[in-house]
């Protein structure tokens, strides 16, 4: 056999074996769609929008492919509506995700509302502490009339790799990270839209597939998430947490922020969001409150679990909103929100 005919063989061997590929993964499609809506035990990998069942606002995507998140450089740079509702607000909500995954919206907006102020969730992820929220707060002139830190972990005077990298980095490449985690999103959506996913079944890390799924929302009206993405791992929240010592680099870090809020006649109320993992305990966030003459708000419910070992599920999260409401409202402090009934900017 000559090699040219060899050769036109091979050709037409590798046409057909992608004409049956091509007709084989057509088919798929339609079929594999029929057997996820019909099938139960395949119902898992039925694609599930994320942006099925938001509230009514102005929502963008959080995360990326991947664990980046993009609040960082929306809010450092004013991309979008985020930080124009920040300046509005009359009590924002400094910490880390567990800020974030802690309060409830649905509790604490219109608990806002009822006492005529605006609340904006301005807690970063990243584990990011007082540094990067100070300089958000410094470079659009916040002034609300309260802050409340997350005191756990908040005060060390140093910005995370996320944060530095925005902070000496060019808003171009953050806005176009933006508009690639924006696009990944939506590209996943139409992809699962037409095409069942069976991949859990493989032994993955599941945090981060059901991160991927679904996606992650945060609001540009009042800075929550909409959902906090859990994994099923609860784990009963650690009422002890962890050394007791207050050193003096965080009483330095807390000094050198509280006069930063000082100069912007901010008051500011410290809390102590409930974790498995504290990375320093209740009684250690209420001493630092007391040391500086702060305000404490830190309720602490029974039989609070966390997601992760971290993050409050949505049901404990509604506990210790609802608690943290309770307390703060029967507190002094809560005065300096609630002196009357017309909203704070008009008085």
């Not at 925005?166 to 996943?188: C, K, P, Q």
């Not at 207050?246 to 901010?266: G, Q, S």
Request: aromatic share 10%; proline share 5%; glycine share 8%.
């Amino acid at each position: 056999m000559s090699s040219s005919t060899s050769s036109s063989d091979r050709r037409l061997r590798l046409r057909r074996a992608l004409i049956a590929c091509a007709t084989a993964f057509v088919l798929s499609v339609p079929v594999g769609a029929l057997l996820v809506q019909s099938v139960a035990a395949l119902r898992y990998a039925r694609p599930v929008p994320a942006a099925e069942g938001l509230p009514a606002g102005d929502w963008y995507v959080e995360n990326g492919w991947g664990r980046e998140i993009v609040s960082h450089a929306i809010l450092y740079y004013g991309f979008g509506r985020s930080i124009e509702n920040a300046r509005d607000a009359d009590l924002l909500l400094l910490g880390s995700s567990r800020v974030l995954a802690g309060f409830a919206p649905d509790l604490l907006v219109p608990f806002a509302e009822t006492h005529g102020f605006q609340v904006f969730n301005l807690g970063f992820g990243h584990v990011e502490s007082d540094l990067f929220p100070g300089i958000v707060i410094e470079r659009h002139d916040l002034r609300p009339a309260m802050v409340v830190v997350d005191a756990d972990g908040f005060f060390t005077n140093r910005m995370s790799l996320k944060a530095r990298s925005i902070h000496t980095g060019s808003w171009f490449g953050d806005l176009r990270a933006r508009v690639e985690a924006t696009g990944a999103y939506l590209h996943r959506q139409l992809m699962w839209s037409w095409l069942p996913h069976f991949l859990p079944e493989i032994p993955i890390p599941v945090e981060w597939w059901e991160i991927e799924k679904r996606g992650r929302f945060r609001s540009s009206d009042h800075g929550f998430y909409c959902v906090w993405d859990e994994a099923e791992d609860a784990q009963r929240v650690n009422e002890d947490g962890g050394w007791q010592e207050i050193d003096k680099p965080t009483l330095r870090a807390t000094e050198a922020f509280l006069e930063r809020m000082r100069a912007r006649d901010i008051t500011v109320v410290l809390t102590h969001v409930p974790s498995s993992k504290p990375l320093g305990s209740r009684a250690r966030a209420a001493a630092l409150a007391e040391r500086f003459g702060l305000a404490f708000v830190a309720p602490l419910p029974d039989q609070l679990v966390t997601s992760d070992g971290s993050h409050l599920t949505r049901a404990s999260a509604r506990r210790f909103s609802q608690a943290f409401i309770t307390e703060l409202e029967q507190h002094p402090v809560f005065d300096t929100l609630a002196a009357g009934d017309e909203p704070l900017r008009d008085r």
